[in-house]
């Protein structure tokens, strides 16, 4: 009846409201606006607040237009619902506007355009505005504070947190339910769980919200014992158990891997029909996933097929791929898109790492139809993809496209340069990403300085990343100490890396090994054995990498007898079973050794068919011990494992020279022209000032070839005065003897040394690296150099660090 709604439609449309956040009051105020009623402010301002409710943003648009014909924008009440309408539906500039409007403002206005600020993520807005509200003169009431410190919360701004909450004492707001909760949530987003605690304690009037906030708080920030104690004294209090209870406990058995505990609980949302939640859903999910029940998991994902979002998707597909069960992650993500859900970042992200079960460039096709390709995780994810398969031009093309780079993404575009052995790209991108403000973390130190320990780059750029490292204060993680341990072991430096390895105040796996293998590569056998020991000693759990140092540093001391014993340790003490590596360091510790025939039992009795590297080992050993036939055997195999590689062309035709059997040398020279394959010619390198010098046998070609060639001979007047011999057995050519010792006295070693003496001062420590094997003579020239010139030699050759010392 119209006469009847005149007199109580205003009252009814309220309460109506309440109860009714769809259509239902928004027909009834169109009734009203048909019988020409009259319609005041506070009918508007329930209209508006349906609108809101109901993020039904055209329809409050209407309203607001309603408002402006009929003059009630003055109205305190419909201006400060405007603002919450426009907020709550993501209209921001909107929202402002609106607030900006209003000729009369109270508390709730204010309050209604910080929580909009807050709920759209723009917390520096938030907390702007509530300062300027002081200053205004309006006193805030207990939303005000909880939307602030939710906004503090989410920035991380604990000095801020605490001053507010001195405010909110200081208002008489600290007995309030609404403020007590928002302080718990804000210490909690901020890590400062004794302070969320004692807020706790403190309240008088504690509802469910609070208790959830504490257990969420204590989950969030790894304290999951502190959680189930809550949660039972939760239950003790008989407290209502809601949704929000379940999800929070159930993510800490996630956490714990507390499966039996997960499945009580998912008996309890049973009971209670509470299981069709989407937040205990996902929740069940996660957990069933991280304790490796994925049928489990499976079934709650497919519980309730209509209410399937991106994030359940998401959830199941993350549980597939941490259980190693790529493809049933790939088929559904597959699956989720022929449902028509699109992935978001966070999906991308994930299934990006099936590698190789889907392809990099299928999904940068569909990241770029959803404009994904800029968001820094996707942009990271993309590019480690495409580092994994080797395409760095596809990664260093997508990390451009990336808007907003973050330090993961820098540190991921580094990792990739250093991993491809582009160590100059790599320096160049962290010295960029200082420039643009982002702070290497120490996953990024670790990162480049794993780049330093290739042959190739400076020897000085490692120390000023380690001086970098010290000074950002991260040179003590774990990560980078292993880094410089092992960057200093491969550059030559295994005193300074043996100075990392006693600093560390915890040492990973990672740093014991760097240390054995660091040793063994520097000829201190009995040092890396000692390591070895005191692993042992410390009761440290080992892997085949440990034994494969071990049974180096043997082969390298020629302490055969011991490399059996910790052979057979590895083996029966420690179950770990062999490898074609460790078939080979076994191979290699008997070949140097002189005993073939137990080489070739070990050959013989290997579970899988020997590698190229076993048959190199056994080559090398038939040249030292003039083995013709085994010699002939072992490169027949290495040819026809690598026809296309020259050692085992270059180590028979060796052979057959020290032999004196020229024919037979010239026809493998001839076999190796016929097949167009290649000896790979022996070069040596220097670092001189940040620059490096490359030399090749009889190189005359550096601009300062006759100082080098003049300091040669006088080196080979000293070195003849100290009773020196060449020995021309080293130079495998069919020529006169007095030639062979012109040959000899050329090798790239020796041009790279004379370049070292005369380019730096007597007290500074020469690093030469060559691709090869330095041969015996040159090794022994080397040695004496070493005494007559009084300097520390420092060889790297493709074998291992050879050190002289005067």
Avoid at 196 to 214: G, H, L
Avoid at 215 to 239: C, P, Q
Wanted: charged share 20%; proline share 2%.
């Amino acid at each position: 009846s119209p006469q009847r709604a005149q007199t109580g439609y205003s009252a009814s449309l309220s309460e109506y409201s309440r109860y009714c956040r769809n259509q239902g009051p928004l027909d009834l105020f169109a009734s009203v606006h048909r019988w020409g009623l009259p319609i005041d402010g506070s009918v508007l301002s329930c209209v508006i607040n349906v609108c809101a409710n109901s993020f039904d943003q055209n329809t409050g648009r209407q309203v607001h237009c309603q408002c402006v014909k009929l003059g009630f924008l003055e109205d305190v009440s419909v201006g400060t619902s405007l603002v919450d309408m426009y907020m709550k539906t993501e209209s921001v500039e909107d929202g402002r506007r609106a607030f900006d409007e209003m000729s009369d403002r109270n508390v709730v206005s204010w309050t209604s355009l910080l929580s909009g600020y807050t709920r759209n993520n723009l917390n520096g807005e938030a907390v702007e505005l509530f300062r300027r509200m002081q200053v205004e003169g309006i006193k805030p009431n207990a939303f005000t504070y909880t939307a602030v410190l939710g906004a503090l919360g989410d920035d991380g701004l604990a000095e801020k947190g605490v001053q507010l909450h001195a405010m909110v004492i200081k208002d008489g707001f600290a007995s309030a339910t609404y403020a007590g909760n928002s302080l718990i949530n804000m210490y909690s987003k901020v890590g400062m769980v004794r302070d969320a605690r004692s807020v706790f304690n403190a309240m008088e009037n504690k509802d469910a919200v609070t208790w959830n906030s504490m257990i969420s708080g204590y989950v969030a920030n790894g304290h999951d014992m502190e959680a189930l104690v809550m949660f039972h004294s939760m239950r003790n209090a008989e407290v209502s158990l809601s949704q929000l209870t379940f999800a929070n406990v159930i993510k800490l058995c996630a956490n714990v891997r507390e499966l039996s505990f997960a499945r009580q609980l998912h008996c309890q949302v049973v009971k209670m029909g509470l299981e069709f939640d989407d937040k205990v859903r996902k929740a069940l999910i996660g957990a069933y996933s991280k304790c490796c029940e994925m049928d489990d998991a499976f079934k709650s994902f497919s519980s309730v097929s209509r209410y399937q979002d991106v994030v359940s998707w998401t959830a199941i597909i993350t549980g597939y791929l941490q259980n190693g069960q790529a493809a049933q992650a790939v088929d559904l993500f597959c699956q989720m898109r022929r449902e028509g859900v699109k992935p978001n970042e966070f999906t991308y992200s994930l299934i990006l790492g099936a590698q190789p079960l889907i392809s990099p460039y299928e999904v940068h096709a569909q990241v770029i139809k959803t404009n994904c390709q800029s968001l820094s995780t996707v942009g990271t994810a993309l590019l480690d993809a495409y580092v994994k398969i080797g395409s760095t031009d596809d990664a260093a093309k997508v990390f451009k496209s990336v808007r907003e780079k973050d330090v993961v993404s820098w540190s991921a575009m580094l990792a990739g340069y250093a991993l491809s052995g582009d160590i100059e790209n790599a320096v160049k991108v962290f010295l960029q990403l200082g420039k643009e403000g982002a702070r290497p973390n120490e996953f990024t130190y670790s990162s480049v300085i794993n780049a330093c320990a290739a042959p190739s780059a400076a020897v000085e750029q490692g120390k000023q990343l380690h001086a970098c490292s010290i000074k950002s204060g991260y040179s003590d993680a774990i990560c980078v100490s292993s880094a410089l341990l092992t960057m200093y072991a491969k550059r030559g430096n295994i005193e300074s890396a043996n100075k990392v390895f006693h600093r560390q105040r915890e040492r990973d796996l990672v740093s014991w090994n760097s240390m054995v293998s660091g040793y063994a590569q520097h000829g201190h056998a009995k040092k890396a054995l000692e390591v070895f020991d005191e692993m042992q000693r410390q009761k440290m759990t080992m892997d085949g990498i440990t034994f494969i140092g071990v049974i180096s540093a043997c082969t390298h001391g020629g302490f055969v007898k011991e490399g059996e014993r910790y052979y057979d340790m590895m083996v029966n003490d420690h179950q770990i079973s062999p490898t074609m590596e460790h078939y080979s360091c076994m191979v290699d510790l008997y070949s140097r050794a002189g005993m073939l025939e137990k080489a070739m039992d070990t050959i013989n009795g290997m579970p899988f068919p020997p590698s190229a590297p076993v048959w190199r080992s056994i080559l090398a050993g038939c040249h030292v011990q003039r083995n013709l036939e085994l010699g002939k055997l072992a490169a027949e195999k290495l040819i026809s494992l690598q026809p296309d590689h020259s050692s085992a062309y270059v180590l028979l035709s060796n052979i057959y020279a020290a032999a004196g059997k020229w024919k037979e040398r010239s026809e493998v020279r001839k076999m190796m022209d016929e097949r167009n394959v290649r000896k790979e010619a022996g070069y040596s390198w220097i670092e001189v000032k940040n620059k490096t010098h490359f030399f090749l046998a009889g190189d005359v070609s550096h601009p300062l070839q006759e100082r080098i060639y003049a300091k040669l001979e006088e080196l080979g007047v000293r070195l003849r005065d100290y009773g020196y011999q060449p020995d021309t057995n080293y130079v495998l050519h069919d020529v006169e003897e007095e030639h062979k010792e012109a040959i000899l006295s050329q090798h790239s070693e020796r041009l790279a040394l004379a370049f070292g003496l005369i380019a730096t001062s007597p007290e500074t420590p020469i690093q030469i690296s060559k691709n090869l094997r330095v041969c015996g003579d040159c090794h022994n020239v080397i040695k004496l150099v070493s005494v007559i010139e009084r300097r520390e030699i420092i060889v790297r050759d493709s074998n291992r660090f050879h050190h002289f010392n005067s």
